[in-house]
């Protein structure tokens, strides 16, 4: 059975993400399988196969347009909720307009189309409390037959690209094919919310009883709609996730305009249809923000048996900040080849519920992938899925 969107909310909570702090990286939250009623990847987005041998690009496209592109209206204005009518919509329209260098009738005639979304208003809201957090039920979640056996099609298919990828920036093909698995399931789950509509609605909308979040999805709006404007998209027709994260690799508007790669060789970056842009996006956000090639993720540790150095080592939380030496003087328990290696570490906790928590000693290459969404869970998630996946025999492959 697919969860529900209560579910799901809580689900994409758990590992310690706030949204304040996933917001400002490449994806939007740790997307699960769909909610009720979501269609089949398929219904949302039509992956393509092919793969060009060209090099891969890093520039953005920067060509700045105003040629008006008419939306198609799904509803009429002046609905109940539409934004047709409302003087602060108009207000976001001039000032993205302005901001993009983009025309402002074709701004707002975008903006007359969106419709206010409770389902993502609600899902932007905090988990209850007492949610226990538990690394245990998340990893089952993530690391799982259909997962990996999608997984496993995946790096056959994409293999290629997968280590052209590494090559070019470092970036393990494992970990690439980790983020992808854990986003969408390798493109099966895009999301099915309108973006126009989740982010006007979360910028002029945003729920009271959490910090205001929405400066931050005003300036994905106007991403968005620049977006639009470069690619020649209709606003309205762009579905992604409840928080308008878009494609096989979830990125938001602005990481896609600045991080998105066109590494099929089309000439354009396509996240929702290019599987391999995906690939190749990935392993530039995660080059950008950090990965050094070469390192480990993260080593076994055992923690030291006295609190005061205990909660000293885990004060930074997932940022590296002692040397192997440092958390040595501590009381924690390396082994050789953390004690060889020359970057910081950190003590990683993540909670099992009552049971005891799984501790690890993270590198600069774990904090890196929790630049693309900030919890240790997600990032242990993406470590062991690529794992799974790139080290599976090709006989256990097969149709999920």
């Given at each position: 059975m697919k969860p529900s969107q209560r579910h799901l909310a809580l689900l994409s909570r758990w590992g310690g993400l706030s949204l304040s702090a996933a917001l400002l990286c490449a994806c939007s939250s740790t997307p699960l399988p769909p909610t009720e009623g979501?269609?089949?990847a398929s219904a949302v987005s039509a992956p393509s196969a092919a793969s060009a041998a060209a090099s891969a690009s890093t520039a953005q496209v920067e060509a700045v347009t105003t040629a008006v592109i008419t939306p198609q209206v799904?509803?009429?204005?002046?609905?109940?909720?539409?934004?047709?009518a409302r003087d602060d919509a108009r207000a976001l329209a001039r000032d993205i307009a302005q901001a993009h260098e983009l025309?402002?009738?074709?701004?707002?005639?975008?903006?007359?189309?969106?419709?206010?979304?409770?389902?993502?208003a609600r899902l932007m809201m905090p988990a209850p409390r007492g949610t226990a957090k538990n690394w245990g039920v998340y990893r089952s979640r993530f690391i799982e037959p259909i997962r990996i056996r999608a997984g496993i099609a995946f790096w056959q298919q994409y293999q290629a690209?997968?280590?052209?990828?590494?090559?070019?920036?470092?970036?393990?093909?494992?970990?690439?094919?980790?983020?992808?698995?854990?986003?969408t399931i390798y493109g099966r789950y895009t999301g099915n919310f309108r973006v126009l509509d989740v982010l006007t609605t979360l910028s002029l909308d945003f729920p009271t009883g959490r910090s205001d979040r929405s400066p931050f999805f005003k300036k994905e709006l106007g991403a968005f709609l620049k977006l639009c404007a470069e690619q020649q998209l209709a606003p309205d027709a762009v579905l992604g996730s409840y928080a308008g994260a878009i494609g096989w690799?979830?990125?938001?508007?602005?990481?896609?305009?600045?991080?998105?790669?066109?590494?099929?060789?089309?000439?354009?970056?396509?996240?929702?249809?290019?599987?391999v842009d995906a690939i190749g996006s990935v392993a530039h956000y995660l080059a950008e923000h950090g990965w050094r090639t070469g390192q480990p993720t993260f080593f076994d540790v055992t923690p030291p048996e006295d609190a005061a150095a205990r909660a000293k080592l885990l004060a930074p939380d997932i940022v590296p900040s002692f040397s192997a030496d440092e958390m040595r003087g501590l009381g924690a328990i390396l082994p050789d080849a953390?004690?060889?290696?020359?970057?910081?570490?950190?003590?990683?906790?993540?909670?099992?519920?009552?049971?005891?928590?799984?501790?690890?000693?993270?590198?600069?290459?774990?904090?890196?992938?929790?630049?693309?969404?900030?919890?240790?869970?997600?990032?242990?998630?993406?470590?062991?899925?690529?794992?799974?996946?790139?080290?599976?025999?090709?006989?256990?492959?097969?149709?999920p």
């Open positions: 979501e269609p089949p799904l509803s009429t204005p002046g609905d109940a909720d539409s934004y047709s025309d402002e009738a074709w701004v707002w005639s975008a903006l007359s189309a969106a419709r206010y979304k409770s389902q993502a690209e997968l280590q052209r990828a590494q090559a070019q920036y470092g970036v393990p093909a494992e970990i690439i094919a980790g983020v992808i698995g854990v986003e690799p979830q990125f938001m508007p602005s990481s896609i305009r600045r991080w998105g790669v066109d590494f099929d060789g089309d000439g354009q970056v396509n996240l929702q249809r290019s599987p953390a004690m060889q290696h020359t970057g910081p570490l950190a003590l990683v906790l993540l909670e099992n519920g009552e049971a005891a928590p799984t501790l690890i000693a993270g590198t600069q290459n774990f904090y890196a992938i929790t630049r693309y969404n900030q919890s240790s869970y997600y990032a242990l998630a993406v470590i062991e899925l690529g794992q799974a996946v790139s080290q599976a025999p090709a006989s256990s492959s097969g149709n």
